[in-house]
């Protein structure tokens, strides 16, 4: 493990460094296994973290829909939404029109789990982006979602 640590404290190697999809990439992965550590805590993944964060900014919605939404696969999906039931962080509802489909709605506990997951964004954002200022922050942030 401390080769791997010391490898990522050099950064990427040369060859790969002159490429922004590989630099994008290792920010990335250094992000997502800090958030998945904190998460760990909580007893979720960074998945269900953003499927709990749409339901709360766009309210209940269809698990087949939000899976499309989050590219999430049918399978991967279902597994996620029972974990977080089984949690008691979310709950399926019939979804009105349609019998044969339900609605996910975020529980109380959910709402609770979804703040302190979101803490972790911040101490986690500001730790892989320490070595931007707030401006640099910005942009690099406007940059992306123009990717995206």
Known sequence: ???????????????????????LARVAELSDRLFEGHLRTLGIRARQYAMMAVLADEGPRSQHLLGQELGIDRTSMVALVDNLEQLGLL????????RRAYALHLTEDGEAVLAEAGRFVIAVEKEVFA??????????????????
């Open 91 to 98: 709950r399926r509802e019939k979804a009105p029109g349609d």
């Open 1 to 23: 493990m401390a080769e791997a640590d010391a490898s990522e404290r050099r950064g990427l190697p040369a060859a790969l460094a002159v490429w922004p999809s590989f630099v």
């Open 131 to 148: 070595g931007l200022s707030a401006h640099e922050r910005r942009q690099l942030h406007e940059l992306l979602r123009r990717l995206v």
